[in-house]
């Protein structure tokens, strides 16, 4: 074997040294948001929410899950508009995570240390720049031209409207107008606003990211986080519910994390706890 001349083993350890400072300088970087008690509540769950961001806006396989969601809601249509009906025929959407993607507000939030706030959230939606979530614009252009009216019935508020209507034109949705979008007004339940559209059409379909947006019931999840409610009302969501998926928010993480915005990082930590095996 040959000898190493000591000199050359000397800088290699020399270099070694080097890479290993810069390794803990870098892990010490005080820029990059911690989950350590000693960062904000907002910093600590823009940490604890990266890999459900990065899932929910990189991955090929939520992409998937949006087309396999959307080809189901077709085959689910074409079977209810068989079924005996009267009145006219309506699909009712989601906004948020069912048609449009808002996971770069989530990456956004996530990059710089932050977390939802009503005042980053409107400056997003008033750029009207969201782009439609796989297989949405095609299943709601093939809905409407089966003689569906399509309604989006939305938790974003009065003053998003216009900006809502613009992106969901500029994507190629149809029925982008406010007369087919219905934004939030002094509550997010939405039975009201369903029942307003079931008055005068046969509601064919539902398609949200939230089982709120099929029935207002499963905002109660008390029960072993709510499936209980699910596995009794199967047939009828089998049916007429489209399920999307939103690892990002939802009712299913505001039951974990509680209130206030304060406690919520610790409020996880223990959930994990407690269930760990
Ligand atoms: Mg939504």
Request: with cysteine.
């Amino acid at each position: 074997m040959q000898k190493i001349p000591s000199s050359l083993l000397l800088a290699a350890l020399y270099l070694l040294s080097i890479s290993a400072c810069r390794t803990v300088s870098t892990t010490v970087d005080a820029s990059v948001p911690s989950t350590s008690s000693s960062a904000s509540a907002p910093a600590q769950l823009a940490q604890q929410n990266v890999d459900a961001t990065i899932y929910q806006n990189m991955s090929a396989e939520v992409h998937r899950l949006y087309q396999q969601g959307y080809e189901l809601a077709k085959i689910r249509l074409d079977a209810n508009l068989a079924r005996p009906h009267t009145k006219p025929p309506a699909v009712i959407v989601d906004i948020d995570e069912t048609v449009l993607d808002n996971s770069p507000y989530q990456v956004t939030n996530a990059a710089n240390g932050r977390t939802y706030s009503p005042e980053t959230w409107k400056q997003w939606t008033a750029k009207a720049s969201a782009k439609a979530l796989p297989g949405a614009v095609e299943f709601l252009n093939y809905a409407a031209s089966r003689g569906c009216e399509v309604f989006y019935i939305s938790n974003r508020e009065a003053d998003e409207e216009a900006a809502t209507v613009r992106n969901l034109a500029t994507v190629g949705f149809p029925m982008a107008d406010t007369l087919h979008v219905v934004p939030m007004v002094g509550t997010s339940d939405k039975t009201a606003r369903r029942a307003a559209v079931a008055k005068t059409h046969y509601i064919a379909l539902l398609a949200g990211d939230q089982l709120r947006d099929f029935d207002e019931s499963f905002k109660n999840r008390s029960v072993d986080n709510g499936k209980p409610l699910v596995d009794a009302q199967r047939d009828t969501l089998e049916r007429y519910f489209i399920m999307l998926p939103n690892s990002m928010y939802g009712t299913w993480l505001d039951a974990v994390s509680g209130k206030p915005l304060e406690s919520k990082p610790a409020n996880k930590e223990a959930v994990l706890k407690k269930n760990a095996y």
